[in-house]
Nanobody
Framework: QVQLVESGSVQAGGSLRLSCAASTRTSSSEAMGWFRQAPGKEREFVAFINWSGGSTYYADSVKGRFTISRDDKNTVYLQMNSLKPEDTAVYYC???????????????WGQGTQVTVSS
C-alpha cells in the first residue's frame, strides 16, 4: 500500500512538497520513485531514490528544481521549487521497481495527486 499526501495548486515560480508513505510487505526500506502524467500524455519519470537515500536520479526536465528525499522509514518526499505550468500533472509515487527505475514498472503505486501550476 502506498499512501500519497499533499496536493495543490500553486502559481508559477511557487513551491509544493509531496509526501508518500509506503507500507510494503517487508519491513526494510524500499527504492521509490515519482512519476507524473499530464492529460493526453504517457506517464513519465520524475525522480528516484534508492533504499538508503544514497542515490537519487532525476528527469532532465526537473533537475535543479525538484528534490527527492526520504526519512528512515518508507516515507519519501518530493520538494518541488520554481514550478512551471508544464509541471501540471497527476503525480504518482511508486515503490519497489521491477524494471529500470525510470520506467513505470513498480510493484506498488499511490493513488495519484493533482498538481496544478497556473501562469
Amino acid at each position: 500500500q502506498v499512501q500519497l499526501v499533499e496536493s495543490g495548486s500553486v502559481q508559477a515560480g511557487g513551491s509544493l512538497r509531496l509526501s508518500c508513505a509506503a507500507s510494503t510487505r517487508t519491513s526494510s526500506s524500499e527504492a521509490m520513485g515519482w512519476f507524473r502524467q499530464a492529460p493526453g500524455k504517457e506517464r513519465e519519470f520524475v525522480a528516484f531514490i534508492n533504499w538508503s537515500g544514497g542515490s537519487t536520479y532525476y528527469a532532465d526536465s526537473v533537475k535543479g528544481r525538484f528534490t527527492i528525499s526520504r526519512d528512515d522509514k518508507n516515507t519519501v518526499y518530493l520538494q518541488m521549487n520554481s514550478l512551471k505550468p508544464e509541471d501540471t500533472a497527476v503525480y504518482y509515487c511508486a515503490a519497489v521497481p521491477i524494471g529500470p527505475y525510470y520506467t513505470p514498472e513498480y510493484r506498488y503505486w499511490g493513488q495519484g495527486t493533482q498538481v496544478t501550476v497556473s501562469s
